[in-house]
C-alpha cells in the first residue's frame, strides 16, 4: 500500500492501536467529548473528511478504518468469518475507545458501520451516550423487500453473499473498476463527480489488495 497518499485531515492525530484481534488505523482529532465514527463499504475513514471540520468544533472525533477496510489489519477470515461480525467488530471498537481513554463516548455510523454501530449499542449499553445510524434498515427488513426494482438497486447484497472466493474472484479480476461502478451506482448523478479525488486516491489504493478484498 502507498503511504503517501494524500493528506485529508490537516491537525489530526494518526494513532494505530493494538487490540485483541485487531490492529486499527484511525485518526484523532477536534475538541470536546468523544465521538465514533464508522464508515461503510466499500470504502474507510477518509469518507468523514468533509464532515470533521464541521463535528471537530463540538466533539473530539475518533475515525478508524473498519478491520479489513484502508489501513487496519486483516484478521484471518476463518470458515466461519467470525472475525468478521458485528459483533466482534462492536467489542474490539469498544476496547479501541478504551485504550484512548474513553469509557463511554458516543457513536455515528453509515451503512455497514451503522449496523456495527446498533450492534454496539445492544451489546454495551454502558459504554454509549448516543447512537447515530445513516442509510441503513434491519437487514431483515432489507431481504423482506426484495423485489425486481429493489434488487436491482442493491445487486450487491445478493452477489456479496454468495460463497467464496466467488465474489472475491470477480472483484479482484479488476478492482478499481467495480470499485468505482459500486461507488457511482449509489449516487444521484451516477458517476463520481460528487467525491473528491484525493479521497478517491485512498480508495483505489487499498482496494486492489486482495485481502482486503476478500475481508470486505
Known amino acids: 500500500m502507498n503511504k503517501n497518499l494524500p493528506e485529508m485531515f490537516p491537525g489530526y492525530d494518526t494513532i494505530e492501536i493494538e487490540t485483541a484481534d485487531v490492529r486499527f488505523f484511525c ?9 465514533l465514527l464508522l464508515h461503510g463499504y466499500p470504502q474507510s475513514h477518509v469518507i468523514w473528511h468533509t464532515t470533521a471540520p464541521y463535528l471537530g468544533k463540538d466533539f473530539t472525533l475518533v475515525l478508524p478504518d473498519l478491520p479489513g477496510y484502508g489501513q487496519s489489519s486483516v484478521p484471518p477470515l476463518g470458515g466461519s468469518h467470525e472475525a468478521y461480525s458485528k459483533r466482534n467488530w462492536a467489542r474490539a471498537l469498544i476496547e479501541m475507545m478504551q485504550v484512548l481513554g ?75 473498476r467495480f470499485l468505482e461502478h459500486t461507488l457511482a451506482s449509489w449516487t444521484a448523478a451516477r458517476n463520481l463527480d460528487c467525491f473528491s479525488r484525493e479521497a478517491l486516491i485512498h480508495n483505489r489504493d487499498w482496494f486492489c489488495d486482495p485481502d482486503r478484498v476478500a475481508a470486505t
Open 27 to 35: 485518526r484523532v482529532g477536534g475538541s470536546g467529548p468523544p465521538l
Open 102 to 176: 474513553h469509557e463511554r463516548f458516543s457513536v455515528a455510523g453509515h451503512d455497514r458501520g451503522g449496523r456495527v454501530a446498533y450492534r454496539m449499542a445492544m451489546d454495551h449499553p454502558e459504554a454509549l451516550e448516543r447512537v447515530a445510524v445513516l442509510d441503513i434498515l434491519p437487514t431483515a427488513d432489507y431481504w423482506d423487500r426484495l423485489e425486481r426494482s429493489f434488487g436491482l438497486k442493491i445487486y450487491h447484497w445478493m452477489f456479496l453473499a454468495q460463497p467464496a472466493p466467488f465474489p472475491e474472484k470477480f472483484i479482484s479480476a479488476c478492482p478499481i
